[in-house]
T-cell receptor
Framework: DAKTTQPNSMESNEEEPVHLPCNHS???????IHWYRQLPSQGPEYVIH???SNVNNRMASLAIAEDRKSSTLILHRATLRDAAVYYC????????????FGTGTRLAVRP | DTGVSQDPRHKITKRGQNVTFRCDPI?????LYWYRQTLGQGPEFLTY??????LEKSRLLSDRFSAERPKGSFSTLEIQRTEQGDSAMYLC?????WGEGDTEAFFGQGTRLTVV
């Protein structure tokens, strides 16, 4: 499975934007970039995914570099409820359909 | 549908005992996944099913672990002769298979196993 690299932790102030980076230099052409987050004492929850183009949904935006070797999850206005571990995952149809999690980025939000 | 449910939420067992966990996926989802998570780590893939067929098992899944999904609905994960190293959160997730619409996986809240 192609690997992703994320910072271990980040901090943000409430109501400010947060940019969570992810490097995936060995990404293949068939890998989709998925983001999940895990709130304390909860199972992971889906945030967003994309292949080549930038994506927006109600939770976040995903900016994908032109060469696809990196991506950034953008939370437009962080709230205290966004404090969680954020996982960047490459999902490849050709090697099974499972999600392979790394250790993620722990986001702390300061009031 | 109330999402993916797991039972029990917590289980304390003595070393050497057998335990069984249950997962009820979202009803129309044909894919079901089991993961294990220890403190400070991301979830580790164990196995997954498409309908009743078990399609992949991780090398992490020793002979003491077995999973079933009879009739392609709920699933059970059994651990025989539990060891202290089995203490972890066991997570279940379900989704539609890729190419059948939504691609997101929905996770349950997990079963926390403590082996004493």
């Amino acid at each position: 499975d192609a690997k992703t690299t994320q910072p271990n932790s980040m901090e943000s102030n409430e109501e400010e934007p947060v940019h969570l980076p992810c490097n995936h230099s060995t990404i293949s052409g068939t890998d989709y970039i998925h983001w999940y987050r895990q709130l304390p004492s909860q199972g992971p929850e889906y945030v967003i995914h994309g292949l080549t183009s930038n994506v927006n949904n109600r939770m976040a935006s995903l900016a994908i570099a032109e060469d696809r070797k990196s991506s950034t999850l953008i939370l437009h206005r962080a709230t205290l409820r966004d404090a969680a571990v954020y996982y960047c995952i490459l999902r490849d149809l050709s090697s099974g359909d499972k999600l392979t999690f790394g250790t993620g980025t722990r986001l702390a939000v300061r009031p | 549908d109330t999402g993916v449910s797991q039972d029990p939420r917590h289980k304390i067992t003595k070393r050497g005992q057998n335990v069984t966990f249950r997962c009820d996926p979202i009803s129309e989802h044909n894919r079901l996944y089991w993961y294990r998570q220890t403190l400070g780590q991301g979830p580790e893939f164990l196995t997954y099913f498409q309908n009743e067929a078990q399609l992949e098992k991780s090398r992490l899944l020793s002979d003491r672990f077995s999973a079933e999904r009879p009739k392609g609905s709920f699933s059970t994960l059994e651990i025989q002769r539990t060891e202290q190293g089995d203490s972890a959160m066991y997570l279940c997730a379900s989704s539609l298979a890729w190419g059948e619409g939504d691609t997101e996986a929905f996770f349950g809240q997990g079963t926390r196993l403590t082996v004493v």
